[in-house]
């Protein structure tokens, strides 16, 4: 039987990222992060797009090296095609359709938020179908009803911000640099959770939001460093445990009620905010205290990575599911 290898590409944000996989194996998955970033508290398109350029050829280049597999040995070629920055899927985008032109190989379109959910499709165990996927990322917070490989809704999602946004943005305010998720995870791991208070949103049904928090957070820390200058410093791990705490806390009396609403036991997470420590070991306590079947995805395959198009790119392929070289690419895509 001939191999089924494919090569993918994510460059929907900040990271650069090329994929092989062999059968539905990923077996190379590397990423140039952009440290350009860092100094501007948040992404700044116009770099993240300048450095897909120049980090795209040597990724690929690497990532199959690393696979052993040269350019004849693909079967079809797989991108992001959206949502994310316009500027940094051109990039990825325009790569994936001219390299599959050339080779005169089919192309493969996959949606970034459904990538992050089949992710937990690249490692054992894998999730039985019908299951749900708290999604959380810098751009998106979703509950997705997963029924088949390429079969999901959207259940819940938030009005106003991302859980990711809840987390960078507070880092921004206690002056870490970006992505400051990763480091109020850090900090939060030494600090007591029940220090500070902070409102929670009542919202009905499934659906969330963080922009309240956003202002709590901000109020507090203007009111607290008016009577004490160095009240940040000084109270560094409490309040980063306690701000995650409660970015968990909405995030998981959500994903309850959809479990107890659709009957659902099998619950899985996914995106760059799945890597928090904090959120993983709750999930894992939820799992004990509820009888779920928790799915929690290795550290590489939470933030943005190839891997997860490359696995998605592999369903398709199975389905014929391929895209014509003249298919847009959008910033904003339907899920
Ligand atoms: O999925 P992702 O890599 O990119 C998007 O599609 O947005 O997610 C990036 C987000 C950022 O907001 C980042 O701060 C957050 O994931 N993140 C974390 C952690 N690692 C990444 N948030 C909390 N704790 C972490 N350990
Ligand atoms: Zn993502």
Same mark, same amino acid.
């Given at each position: 039987?001939?191999?089924?290898i494919l090569l993918a590409i994510?460059?929907?944000?900040?990271?650069?990222?090329a994929a092989v996989c062999v059968?539905? $194996?990923?077996i190379s998955n590397l990423?140039?992060?952009?440290?350009?970033?860092?100094?501007?508290?948040?992404?700044?398109?116009?770099?993240?797009?300048?450095?897909?350029?120049?980090?795209?050829v040597p990724v690929v280049v690497e990532a199959m090296k690393q696979a052993n597999v040269t350019a004849k040995d693909l079967?079809?070629v797989?991108?992001?095609?959206?949502?994310?920055?316009?500027?940094?899927?051109?990039?990825?985008?325009?790569?994936?359709?001219?390299y599959?032109?050339?080779l005169?190989?089919?192309?493969?379109?996959?949606?970034?938020?459904?990538?992050?959910?089949?992710?937990?499709?690249?490692?054992?165990?894998?999730?039985?179908?019908?299951?749900?996927?708290?999604?959380?990322?810098?751009?998106?917070?979703?509950?997705?009803?997963?029924?088949?490989?390429?079969?999901?809704?959207?259940?819940?999602?938030?009005?106003?911000?991302?859980?990711?946004?809840?987390?960078? $943005?507070?880092?921004?305010?206690?002056?870490?640099?970006?992505?400051?998720?990763?480091?109020?995870? $850090?900090?939060?791991?030494?600090?007591?959770?029940?220090?500070?208070?902070?409102?929670?949103?009542?919202?009905?049904?499934?659906?969330?939001?963080?922009?309240?928090?956003?202002?709590?957070?901000?109020?507090?820390?203007?009111?607290?460093?008016?009577?004490?200058?160095?009240?940040?410093?000084?109270?560094?791990?409490?309040?980063?445990?306690?701000?995650?705490?409660?970015?968990?806390?909405?995030?998981?009396?959500?994903?309850?009620?959809?479990?107890?609403?659709?009957?659902?036991?099998?619950?899985?997470?996914?995106?760059?905010?799945?890597?928090?420590?904090?959120?993983?070991?709750?999930?894992?306590?939820?799992?004990?205290?509820?009888?779920?079947?928790?799915?929690?995805?290795?550290?590489?395959?939470?933030?943005?990575?190839a891997?997860?198009?490359?696995?998605?790119?592999?369903?398709?392929?199975?389905?014929?599911?391929?895209?014509?070289?003249?298919?847009?690419?959008?910033?904003?895509?339907?899920?």
């Open positions: 039987m001939p191999e089924i994510e460059s929907s944000c900040d990271d650069t990222s059968d539905g $194996k990923v990423t140039a992060n952009q440290k350009v970033h860092e100094q501007y508290g948040g992404v700044v398109p116009e770099m993240a797009s300048r450095e897909h350029t120049k980090n795209i079967k079809a797989a991108f992001t095609r959206g949502p994310g920055l316009m500027g940094s899927l051109l990039v990825g985008g325009m790569f994936a359709k001219s599959a032109q050339a005169n190989i089919p192309l493969i379109d996959v949606h970034h938020m459904h990538a992050h959910v089949l992710a937990h499709f690249i490692d054992e165990p894998k999730p039985n179908f019908p299951f749900l996927c708290l999604t959380v990322s810098g751009g998106h917070t979703q509950i997705v009803l997963v029924k088949d490989y390429l079969e999901m809704e959207v259940i819940g999602t938030t009005i106003d911000d991302a859980a990711g946004e809840a987390f960078d $943005k507070t880092a921004k305010m206690l002056q870490l640099p970006y992505p400051g998720g990763p480091l109020i995870d $850090k900090y939060a791991q030494t600090g007591n959770p029940k220090r500070f208070s902070f409102s929670e949103p009542q919202i009905d049904g499934l659906d969330f939001s963080f922009s309240g928090l956003k202002t709590n957070v901000l109020y507090f820390l203007q009111k607290e460093s008016k009577l004490n200058p160095s009240f940040i410093q000084e109270n560094l791990n409490d309040i980063c445990a306690s701000v995650q705490q409660t970015i968990i806390s909405i995030l998981m009396k959500k994903l309850l009620k959809a479990s107890q609403e659709t009957g659902i036991n099998d619950i899985a997470i996914a995106g760059g905010v799945s890597a928090n420590s904090g959120l993983r070991n709750t999930l894992s306590e939820f799992g004990k205290k509820n009888n779920w079947n928790v799915y929690i995805p290795q550290f590489q395959y939470c933030t943005d990575n891997g997860m198009i490359a696995i998605s790119a592999y369903y398709k392929y199975l389905r014929n599911e391929f895209c014509t070289l003249d298919i847009p690419i959008k910033a904003r895509l339907e899920f």
